[in-house]
């Protein structure tokens, strides 16, 4: 599925944001679709999941 692992969608931080915008920078030669590696998971803090997606739109 995806490249993210879904326990930075529970741990959150600066390594969230580190990561997302390392996966960004791998892809950025062409189009890529952002994605969890399995989906948001049920103990996901609904605040690194917006932490991701702004992360994500700069």
């Known amino acids: ?5 879904p326990g930075h969608m ?3 931080g600066q ?3 580190d990561e997302t915008k390392r ?3 791998t892809f950025s030669k062409g189009p890529h679709i ?3 590696g399995h989906g948001i ?3 996901a ?9 702004d992360t994500i739109r700069g």
């Open 15 to 17: 390594a969230l944001i």
């Open 45 to 53: 803090d609904p605040e690194n999941v917006q932490l991701m997606i």
């Open 10 to 12: 529970v741990t959150g």
């Open 1 to 5: 599925q995806g490249n993210l692992a």
């Open 41 to 43: 998971t049920p103990d």
């Open 23 to 25: 996966i960004i920078k």
């Open 34 to 36: 952002f994605n969890l």
